[in-house]
């Protein structure tokens, strides 16, 4: 019977027609995070990333505001520790395309990540200010009014990775809060 109740009040939610909040004044709050982990028979691996952001509409669809990247790796191998951490201020402009009753509506976001990153070696430490121009493209589903969850692709250009590495660029899930 529990789980009967459960699966209603789901299909409920979801079947819901919904729109989104995209007036001006509307806040938007969002975010992201991940953690993972490595094992092997040589050592492991682990990683914590952590970004929550806050903006304003300041026109109908188009939001501007900021967040904040945390990030943390160690790698553990044989004798080799590695520790990197880093916190970035990343500002945002960010416009969606369709009505603002759309329960799908796309959206394009361009920012800059502002920031430093610090590596300890267990021998030395090293630090870096970087300034990284990013881009992402993607898609919102509004399964309320007041909250969406978006699918994206994440390009971020920082001159000190190759430009063909797997760090360039990334896809990115997550879910955002717009709230009235």
Known sequence: MKKHIILLAVVVVFSVPASAQLEKGTVLIGGSGSFGG?????GAQYSLQIQPSVGIFVLPKFAIGSGVDFFSQNLNFG????STNGTYLAPFARYYFFKQESSFNLFAEVGVFIGGTWLNDGQSSYSRFSVIPNMKIGGAYFIRPQIAIEAAIVGRFDPNIP???SRSSHSY???SDAFG
């Open 79 to 82: 004798s080799s520790k590695i």
């Open 173 to 175: 899930i997550g879910v």
């Open 163 to 165: 430009f063909f590495s």
């Open 38 to 42: 490595a094992f092997g028979s040589g």
